[in-house]
């Protein structure tokens, strides 16, 4: 089944799904820095290396905003209503230029809504590897997301 299709009831929890695949290039983290977080080490080479990264490196924004692009085209199901939030973002590794990303989300809860017995709410920690298979980012976040069927008993 496309990940893209599932309803609430589709979700499982332990379930992870594997996607994407970007390289990303220097021009593009250099794009970014100037228009969302211009600091030194995402501008240029030689900004960044006066820095304990030594090079140009990402925005962790940069990271983020990739991820969420991956989320939608890979992931994030037609069926979905909006997230309330996220939490625990880390950025636990810099993304430098040539690096190729991958990205996993794993369901960690999936629970009817006690409010709204049309939707369910999906948590899920969703990560991003680098080529060498090291964590560069982290998050966990919570999704809503339609019922296939209202829970029993939802208008009494």
Not at 3 to 30: H, K, Q, S
Not at 81 to 103: I, K, T, Y
Not at 112 to 137: T, W
């Amino acid at each position: 089944m496309d990940p893209r299709d599932r309803w609430f009831e589709d979700y499982r929890e332990g379930e992870t799904i594997a996607f994407g695949d970007r390289t990303v290039t220097a021009e593009e983290i250099v794009a970014f820095a100037r228009e969302y977080d211009p600091q030194s080490f995402h501008l240029s080479e030689e900004g960044g290396r006066a820095t304990p990264y030594g090079g140009l490196i990402a925005s962790g924004w940069h990271t983020a905003a990739l991820t969420m692009r991956m989320l939608v085209d890979h992931v994030l199901t037609r069926h979905g209503l909006g997230s309330p939030g996220l939490d625990e973002l880390r950025w636990l590794a810099p993304v430098r230029p040539g690096d190729r990303l991958r990205w996993r989300a794993t369901v960690l809860e999936a629970r009817r809504s006690r409010s709204k017995p049309d939707r369910g709410i999906v948590r899920q920690r969703v990560e991003a590897f680098n080529q060498k298979g090291e964590q560069v980012l982290s998050w966990t976040a919570a999704g809503l997301v339609r019922c296939r069927t209202p829970a029993p008993d939802a208008a009494g």
